[in-house]
């Protein structure tokens, strides 16, 4: 270590990342007039916290690949952190095979975000099918909301009943909800005083996070995993909190014939080719306007009216975006789905006579035909 990096700090008690005060350009950055202060921060966290600015460096995946690994080494628990406003998209499928023997719960956030008259019964059930689908096993499931505190008591059980006097590793994508989780364990369970950074912007946690238990062990933080499948990875700044709701969302419904569409913003496109007149419900964020058209003018306007009309993105940004993918889907009679555009939500098929659909995103963007939610 550089006479620079002999800070007297090891790590940013926000993100984890070691401190250095020779590099500004560097990750773990910390001015030397910085180090008196309480809690030490890097300069990152300092603007993200006081600024709500990021910078866009985030660990390589292979990082990411090298920590989960080193879970399966250890005896611990693993609690693992979806995102259900968009859980295939934030679901570690190949969790599995880094986790070893160790046990893993399965934390289900952002529940605060469906209709209240959901059932959660029926959403324990669902997630159940869809992660036997995925070949993941879990010791428990518990529907939390980060935000309302829901469920928080009830994790806080599972964790104690499945922990072992092990460590616990708490792992999720990027934007899940993981870090606000354990500022909660960190003001209720811990002595330390320093909350990890929250942002909602990637790559906000760069290296392990220990926090301490009374009984010598450690509640870990891991960096959230950056998945470009997501269009939440792909926006801009200013448009992440267009797309993703911090409210109950209020569902859109749509009467359409077959050769309408649906434009989200100019992030996707929704296509009914074929198939008799049914509705359609949109489980999106409410800021995000959904613009009807007819299917022979979608092109024309989409080239015309990119980042005006349908924005977000807009213009500047639009520019930034992959092009648009179609992904043809077909709904067997009877079938009760949703469309997943991973990222900015999902579209009920109501109508039970069976359609074809076009469903376009920027290349890379998850497109997913599951059974339905709600």
């Known amino acids: 270590m550089t006479q620079g990096q002999q800070t007297g700090a090891a ?6 990342v070691r401190l250095q005060t020779t590099d500004i350009a560097a990750l773990g950055y910390v001015p030397e007039q910085a180090l008196a202060r309480s809690p030490v921060i890097c300069q ?14 985030a660990l390589q995946q292979d990082d990411f690949l090298r920590i989960l690994g080193h879970i ?23 969790l599995q095979r880094f986790v070893g023997a160790n046990k893993v719960v399965l934390a289900v956030n952002k529940i605060d975000l469906l209709p209240k008259v959901t059932n959660a019964n029926r959403i324990v059930g669902w997630v159940q099918r869809q992660l036997k689908e995925e070949g993941l096993k879990v010791a428990d499931i518990v529907l939390v909301s980060a935000r309302k505190h829901t469920g928080f008591d009830r994790l806080l059980e599972a964790i104690g009943r499945h922990r072992a006097g092990g460590d616990v590793y708490v792992v999720g994508a990027t934007n899940a909800g993981k870090s606000t989780l354990i500022n909660r364990l960190i003001r209720d369970h811990s002595d330390l005083e320093a909350e990890l950074t929250v942002s909602a912007y990637p790559g906000t946690t760069l290296d392990l996070v220990r926090i301490p238990l009374d009984d010598g062990q450690a509640i870990i933080d891991t ?22 709701p911090d409210k109950p969302i209020k569902p ?11 434009f989200f913003g100019g992030l996707a496109r929704f296509d009914f080719v074929k198939g008799e007149r049914q509705s359609f419900t949109c489980f999106v964020s ?26 977000p993105p807009g213009k500047e940004e639009a520019a930034e975006l992959p092009p648009f993918v179609r992904h043809a889907l077909r709904v067997k009679p009877g079938s009760k789905v949703d469309v997943l555009v991973s990222g900015i939500g999902w579209i009920k098929v109501n109508g039970e006579t069976g359609a074809e659909l076009d469903v376009y995103a920027p290349k890379g963007v998850k497109i997913v035909l599951r059974p339905s939610l709600i």
């Not at 790590?11 to 984890?16: D, I």
């Open 11 to 16: 790590a940013c008690e926000g993100c984890g």
């Open 72 to 94: 399966g080494n250890t005896r611990s628990l693993v609690v693992h952190i979806v995102d259900l406003f968009d859980f295939e998209g934030s679901l570690i499928s190949g």
């Open 286 to 311: 409410n800021a995000l306007h959904i613009h009807r058209t007819k299917r022979e003018r979608a092109d024309e306007l989409y080239a015309n009216h990119l980042g005006e009309l349908l924005q």
């Open 44 to 57: 990152r966290c300092f603007r993200i916290k006081h600024y709500n600015e990021v910078s866009t460096t």
């Open 252 to 262: 859109m419904v749509f009467q359409l014939n077959e050769g309408q569409t649906l």
């Open 223 to 244: 960096p959230g995993i950056v998945y470009k499948h997501r269009l939440s990875e792909l926006v801009s700044r200013q448009d992440i909190h267009t797309i993703m």
